[in-house]
């Protein structure tokens, strides 16, 4: 079982830059692989991933609709998952999740996710 939990969010104007980070606590084997993700959802929308990345390794993914803005990275040592986000604009308003699955370290990150944070808000103003 996987404990999730975020930070970072707040309020920003855009074009400036928030950085989120998930803490992840896992209570079963540490040598087993995962699927980390950031999804997002604002109100009346449908909730979007905007990028995921493997604790094994492999190139990770982005939206289109955030690519050349966001990183995401981990820090395996404190089980950290981190989405920087620069150049923010209002659409990227919404409540922020993270996400983890166990994956084979060969998997693909598509598909459903086990574990979710609580959100954190980001919110962007004009």
């Known amino acids: 079982q996987v404990h999730l939990v975020e930070s970072g969010g707040g309020s920003v104007q855009a074009g400036g830059s928030l950085r989120l980070s998930c803490a992840a606590l896992e209570y079963t084997s540490s040598s087993r692989t995962y699927c980390m993700g950031w999804f997002r959802q604002a109100p009346g929308k449908e909730r979007e991933q905007v990028a995921r990345?493997?604790?094994?390794?492999?190139?990770?993914y982005y939206a289109d609709s955030v690519k050349g803005r966001f990183t995401i990275s981990r820090d395996s040592a404190k089980n950290t998952v981190y989405l920087q986000m620069n150049s923010l604009k209002p659409e990227d308003t919404a409540m922020y999740y993270c996400?983890?699955?166990?994956?084979?370290?060969?998997?693909?990150?598509?598909?459903?996710?086990?574990?979710w944070g609580q959100g954190t808000q980001v919110t962007v103003s004009s």
């Open positions: 990345i493997h604790t094994g390794g492999g190139i990770p």
């Open positions: 996400a983890a699955d166990q994956r084979p370290f060969d998997a693909y990150c598509s598909g459903d996710y086990s574990y």
